[in-house]
């Protein structure tokens, strides 16, 4: 009995830990991409200053090969963040794009939701997010595979689970699993330990 216990608890363990590292791509179902970039405009930025540029994880940390590529730029009065969501590590894409022209570049054509117009304040602390941009029109540095891509990133890693509520519950129910595994293999005294 003890044994069967031992390995039901352990199945509940490994539940609870993919839960935790596959929640992004089960989560990235429900998003609808198509929807965001149908309801995203272009908007024609001048006299643009170029800010900074970084790299940084997403997710559940950077390790896993997973970052994005960060540019920020200063248009007027107003930043935004030039996003790029790298599929692996070897996805590093503004090692491939002239920053330069960037830098030097006095004219921006940008896409950008109107949701993100509202949420953002547009400052250094709270630039607005754009996952597609090009220096002349009608020829967007990414695809549209890219930028559908770039688009799921941001909803699914920093809008939905970053939110005050989604990332609380799935703890909550991470924690739930791993008392009830520690019950199932401990017993209920030596459990309590493992109680809040």
Known sequence: MRNKTVKISVVIMLFAVFYIFLLGSVVSYFVNTDEYIQNSNTIQLDSIEFVSHKREGYGYGSGSGSGKEVLLIKADTTYYQLLFYE????????????????????????KINSIELKKHKGSVEDPIPVFNFAFKPKENIWNIETYEYNVKRYLVYENILKSNVTMPVAMIILLAFIIISAILIFGTEEARIFQI
């Open 87 to 110: 599929k692996s590590k070897a996805d590093y894409y503004f090692k491939q794009f002239d920053l330069h022209e960037l830098r030097k570049a006095n004219r921006l054509i940008i």
